[in-house]
């Protein structure tokens, strides 16, 4: 009896442990993660080599021993100074460190914790439905994931700052996006088991979808036109004459040009941006980058369509069927393009829309880059709800800080909002979902394209 108690606890100690050892590696591998974020936050605004040299201590430039280079608990052992000049080190860092290890945990909980419990706490509501087929078949989108959420605390935390946002944080989300689903789709296969539209962590056009093949296709197409034709000066960049613009109506006109610090531009401001007097020019400017684009996505759409034929009705259903079933790769491929193709072009319109009305620079080509990035990552969906989510959360952000600090902050960037919003409707989907379709009192789920 004795030794069949003891047996029974240590399986319970098991059960129990192995959760938190496997939290504790992801919070680990976060934590480290979160430690070169700081690293990007401090040097990619400045221009700075993000590999070399080594951390050191900003006033004195003394080396940070391996020990003090720990995550959090370097920062911690220091008490947040300098071994050698006692010179206070940001409490930010460990902040940020140990957030991204807890953002990592709770991603990975939702997804991976067994039987859907973490210590005791339901977090299969949270589960979405591609985490069914386990962490060995589909740990490449936990890593897209991982890597997006992680650039977006990056880009939070730069633009709320300095206003811009990194071109490489939004470019190594599409590039983990296209790896992670669209590589692992061409090397693993459909997933099982998969309800159908869902066979992917992101939204795909599915088996009979060519249009939405022939769309994305397209339009990506459109896009590399347009690119290609403004690296060889065919149309112009928009927003071209903006500095020279910016140097005859410069604020402080005793800063000679040369004088201007690096890093530091006197006077390219949000306020001086919304005082631009050619925005509207700008706009036409980028519609007709965007023509393209529009155009080939029309084009590939209707050739799509014609391509995949002869349709005809299933026996059963009466469905128009193509002729062959869209791969399961070109599929996720798609997927991947219309999320960026769908997230940047939200913003993208909306920019347009807001600059043609009011006149002023709206929304800023980041935050364009930003949702497309999403997009590739998430899908078009979770792209779409988080754009919309943003101006929740920047409402949210204004009526806080009014009732916080008495004032509204001018000048805000859009960014951030984005970031948060999205990481805010990963977490929170099946509740959106549930909201979405009690509004629209339709069919029990969302039907995908
Ligand atoms: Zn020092």
């Not at 590999?51 to 008490?79: A, D, H, Q, Y």
């Not at 769309?215 to 927003?239: K, N």
């Not at 401001?269 to 980028?286: D, F, G, K, L, N």
């Not at 050739?303 to 790769?329: F, S």
Request: hydrophobic share 50%.
């Amino acid at each position: 009896m004795g030794c069949n108690c003891l047996a029974w606890n240590q399986a319970d100690v098991i059960l129990w442990l192995t959760p938190i050892v496997l939290a504790g590696w992801v919070f680990a591998f976060g934590a480290c993660v979160g430690s070169l974020l700081n690293v990007l936050v401090y040097r990619l605004p400045l221009g700075l080599d993000v590999v070399s040299p080594t951390s050191r201590c900003p006033s004195c430039e003394t080396k940070l021993t391996w020990r003090e280079n720990i995550p959090i608990f370097g920062w911690l052992m220091l008490r947040g100074r300098c071994r050698f000049c006692h010179s206070s080190i940001s409490s930010e860092y460990p902040i940020v460190e140990s957030f991204t290890a807890l953002l990592w945990v709770a991603v990975w909980v939702v997804l991976y914790a067994d039987n859907g419990r973490f210590l005791g706490i339901p977090v299969d509501v949270l589960r979405p439905e591609w985490a069914s087929s386990g962490f060995r078949h589909t740990w490449p989108m936990f890593l897209a994931v991982l890597g997006l959420f992680s650039c977006l605390i990056a880009v939070t935390l730069i633009d709320a700052r300095t206003f811009h946002i990194p071109m490489s944080l939004v470019i190594v989300p599409v590039i983990l996006g296209l790896a992670c689903h669209a590589g692992w789709a061409a090397f693993h296969g459909p997933l099982h088991p998969a309800p159908r539209g869902w066979e992917w962590s992101l939204p795909t056009p599915g088996v009979h979808g060519w249009q939405w093949v022939g769309m994305a296709v397209g339009g990506a197409a459109g896009l590399a036109i347009s690119g290609a034709l403004l690296r060889f000066g065919v149309i112009r960049r928009s927003f071209a004459d903006y500095e020279q613009w910016l140097e005859s109506h410069q604020k402080t006109p005793e800063a000679a040009p040369g004088e201007v610090a690096a890093g530091e531009q006197v006077g390219d401001s949000p306020e001086m941006w919304v005082q631009y007097p050619h925005a509207r020019r700008e706009m036409i400017r980028e519609l007709v980058f965007l023509g393209p684009c529009i155009g080939l996505a029309m084009l590939g759409a209707a050739l799509a369509l014609r391509l995949a034929g002869p349709w005809t009705p299933d026996m059963l259903t009466g469905e128009m069927l193509p002729a062959a079933d869209v791969p399961h790769w070109l599929s996720v491929l798609c997927g991947v393009l219309l999320g960026y193709l769908i997230g940047g072009g939200l913003v993208w319109a909306m920019r347009i829309f807001g600059s043609l009305a009011f006149g002023k620079e709206a929304l800023g080509l980041g935050d364009v880059h930003l949702m497309a990035a999403v997009g590739a990552c998430l899908g078009w969906i979770d792209a779409t709800l988080g754009f919309f989510g943003a101006a929740f959360v920047g409402m949210v952000w204004a009526i806080v800080g009014k009732v916080a600090s008495g004032k509204l902050q001018r000048h805000m960037p859009f960014g951030p909002y984005l970031a948060i919003a999205t990481v805010l409707v990963w977490f929170t989907k099946p509740w959106i979902e549930q909201l979405i379709n009690a509004v629209a009192k339709v069919s029990p789920q969302i039907n995908l394209p």
